[in-house]
């Protein structure tokens, strides 16, 4: 008898199904309630989540005791499984990690001195400009698979190293290629607005315009990307420079977000008429903007493993913004110069430890605050009918071990699309 | 043919040998020469290092050539292998995660808020006394098991949740059951002196005298430990009280190494006289003590686990005590309380990251150094001729890879006497 295109999962310690507690729009990070199921079942079929309830509802469900036999069954034994993770910034398009720039921060270089050693993000751009297509997308393809065995099924993946027409489309086809061998979902976001490149130095407006004229209406006819990013930041680009670059954006039909107030503190609310998805970093936030930002639907989305990587002391203030009513998600930041890791429990151990967010935070920013920030919300971020089945078994039995044991994966299976993996 | 108790390694990209540059009695974590060889071999027979060298002089010996049937081998395809981690410092023998202590500390609550709470050390201390010798094995037993997979190949295991005669006994039992089944070396070490327990509490003296004259001598006549160690600090034991324990130590014949300046400063010169094998926190050190520190046997053990995991900001001083000549060695701190980490790449992460300690630093302190902190420099922490044939085997290039990658483990085989598992 074939099987069907159905999963079953039974004996779930803690299914957190993040299941909206009141219809709307969206979800807040301080939200508390993240909807467990003790003892629970999930039941998918099509690559959907059909049904959820306890693992004895289950066992009793007249559809399910007749078709028992076609549908593959997993015993969770216990564990605890959650909706996969939803990892909403990522710079996975480079060819070798920036060791260089490790070794002399470590020794307290500055940024000049490591350029000048050869490291800084000058080393990247020349390697993804040299670098093949198919060896860019088997790096990024690399990635996607350790994100997955980390938890993570949803991935935004930024071009940003190429900083040439040639080389930026290159990146975000190599992006299309890995997302193609993978079975998880991929939003690709076209960065060429990352920072000026080495021979428009003094020339931001003329590369500006280059990004604006030329890379993105190519990124858009080749529907390459779905998001356009700028870094908004002090030796980046300006406000003005982001506020062009977002009005072009909108006229390509492409979504907008931002790296904001990374290094400097740069005034939000003029740019919130862009409806950006998502404002990341968010290191530096001016108080007044505040209420703005939480009337609005762009999430702060915070990295703390660029904080952690760069051995700063100060974290993103997520308890501000919570307080504020700010929806707050979690990515991982993933890039060679400023936070190596595709671990969203290393994120989330930051959060708790460094940012003082709950566990139960933590999840909800790792998971439908990540799909909020992808505006992918109606397909992915919890566990609810009608939702793609991607999850993940943590080998834990209470969730608020996952950013517990640090610096360890206690994933031991993805599920993507009511596929098994990993 | 039957195969010889030999492995034979070849290709490894970078052999991280920690060979002693000139001949002594100790290593210096300040030691920048950690003995690279490329494209390297390492053959090993009946459990030991024979020879190493480059691939091709390996697959040129003629002893080689003529027992290579007989002999396993691993192709380590550009790989980096580097002695087995040897962490100094760990608390397995406990029943349960800590979680409610995590979630309290985040929300702002202090030590007694948390105790009221259930929380606490008062937790593990009732977990213990409750377990049985067997369910506790069985923990220890995970953890080692977990280090291994990790790159650790040697382990100090301490007691200190017990803290009474019968469940003292019961922990260090449990720590040789665990030791039995598991392939690796424990070292275990009679932790009495974690805190007074809370039957003594306002009865410190009487506590230590039950230390010194009830569990020390069944500790040391049933051979269960071979060291003692006290947490010397601010709501613990005072220095008084330290020496008087370390006294009773040495008369019990084992040797000595304790907790030191994690939360008070605590003057270490008149300590050095018991000859201390480490001194493990130190994140609060008086410069006067310095001299003599680096003039003495005694390792400085540091664990950024803890500081991490307490959402500190300020972490041991490396460079200072480095800087003076210290023998810094790099350790986890393994406990549900402070340090739920049992990753050694964790550790040299946080110690590149915030202890500004180089790559080279890091591994050294997390080799070589953790074997002079166990007093086991002469078997364990390099790879050299006539040692134990403990190795672990990276999937990284470059050694530097190990703690940039942070929060993933990149350890895909370990190698423990010989014998490649994991």
């Known amino acids: 008898m074939p099987k069907l295109a159905g999963l079953l999962l039974v004996n779930i310690g803690q299914l957190l199904t993040l299941r909206a507690p ?76 920036r060791l260089v720039d490790f070794e002399k921060r470590i020794a307290g270089a500055g940024y000049e001195e490591i350029a000048e050693a050869g490291g800084g993000i000058r080393s990247s751009i020349d390697g993804v400009r040299r670098a093949s297509k198919a060896a860019l997308a088997g790096k990024v393809l690399g990635a996607l698979r350790d994100l997955a065995k980390h938890g993570t099924t949803t991935v935004e993946a930024k071009s940003g190293y190429g900083l040439s027409l040639e080389s930026e489309l290159k990146s975000l086809e190599a992006i299309r290629a890995a997302a193609k061998q993978w ?20 020339r931001s407006r003329e590369y500006v315009e280059i990004v604006c004229k030329e890379m993105m209406p190519a990124v858009a006819k080749g529907k390459l990307a779905g998001f356009v990013d700028v870094f908004c930041d002090r030796g980046a680009f300006s406000a003005e420079e982001t506020a062009h670059i977002f009005g072009a954006a909108a006229e390509s039909g492409l979504g907008i977000r931002a790296h904001m107030g990374q290094l400097s503190e740069t005034r939000i609310e003029p740019f919130l008429q862009f409806r950006p998805t998502s404002l990341d970093h968010m290191d530096n936030v001016n108080e007044a903007d505040l209420p703005a930002l939480a009337a609005s639907d762009t999430v702060a989305t915070l990295v703390p493993g660029a904080n952690y990587f760069l ?3 100060q974290y ?25 890791t595709i671990s969203m429990p290393m994120a989330m151990s930051l959060a708790c430890t460094h940012m003082k967010m709950s566990p139960a935070e ?8 990540g799909a909020w920030a992808l505006r992918l919300a109606d397909r992915k971020g919890s566990v609810e009918p009608g939702k793609d089945a991607d999850l993940a078994v943590f080998d ?27």
């Open 316 to 340: 993103p203030d997520a308890r501000r913004l919570i307080a504020a009513g700010v929806a707050v998600a979690l990515a991982t930041d993933y890039n060679p110069g400023t936070s190596p």
């Open 22 to 97: 009141v219809t709307g729009l969206r979800r807040s990070a301080s939200l508390s309630e993240i909807g467990i199921i003790e003892d629970a079942a999930v039941l998918c079929v099509g690559g959907k989540i059909v049904s959820l309830g306890t693992t004895k509802e289950a066992l009793r469900d007249p559809w399910l005791k007749k078709n028992r036999k076609k549908i593959t069954e997993i015993d969770c034994g216990g564990r605890v499984v959650l909706p996969g993770f939803v990892d909403s910034h990522t710079h996975p398009v480079f060819t070798q990690p």
């Open 396 to 422: 834990v039995e209470d969730y608020r071990e996952i950013p517990y044991w640090f610096g360890v994966n206690r994933c031991v299976q993805t599920i993507i699309g009511g596929v098994a993996g990993c």
């Open 183 to 202: 079975p998880g979902t991929v939003v690709p976001t076209f960065l060429g607005a990352h920072v000026v490149p080495p021979e428009y130095r003094g």
């Open 362 to 369: 933590a999840i909800a920013a790792a998971t439908i605050n």
């Open 311 to 313: 051995g700063l002391s």
